[in-house]
């Protein structure tokens, strides 16, 4: 199974920008649909972008416009860039997998925090 490592979380200020990382290893990502999800200090818990193996994107309300998910298949890493950020935007933010038949994102990162604040 796919294993996965985020990175590039960290403080920003309102309207900053940042862009995680995602790290795979164990399978290639080609064979998985990706996304990121974040969880909040309030313990709730939102898919906020997604792409599949043929490169469809797709945006929660929150945050569409905002941020862009990629994917680079030959280096195995997948990206979410986060533009105008909002406090609101502060979580752990997680990258996820899943593969053709699961119904949801099976597959975790250990996650990376994402704190925006003046």
């Known amino acids: 199974q796919v294993q996965l490592v985020e990175s590039g979380g960290g403080l920003v200020q309102p309207g900053g920008s940042l862009r995680l990382s995602c790290a795979a290893s164990?399978?290639?990502?080609?064979?998985?649909?990706m996304g990121w999800s974040r969880q909040t200090p309030g313990n709730q818990r939102e898919l906020v972008a997604t792409?599949?193996?043929?490169?469809?994107?797709n945006y929660a309300d929150s945050v569409k416009g905002r941020f862009t998910i990629s994917r680079d298949s030959a280096k195995n890493l997948v990206y979410l860039q986060m533009n105008s950020l909002r406090p609101e935007d502060t979580a752990v933010y997680y990258c996820?997998?899943?593969?053709?038949?699961?119904?949801?994102?099976?597959?975790w990162g250990q996650g990376t925090q994402v704190t925006v604040s003046s």
């Open positions: 792409v599949t193996s043929g490169g469809n994107t």
């Open positions: 996820n997998a899943r593969q053709y038949g699961d119904s949801y994102y099976p597959y």
């Open positions: 164990e399978s290639r990502i080609s064979f998985y649909a």
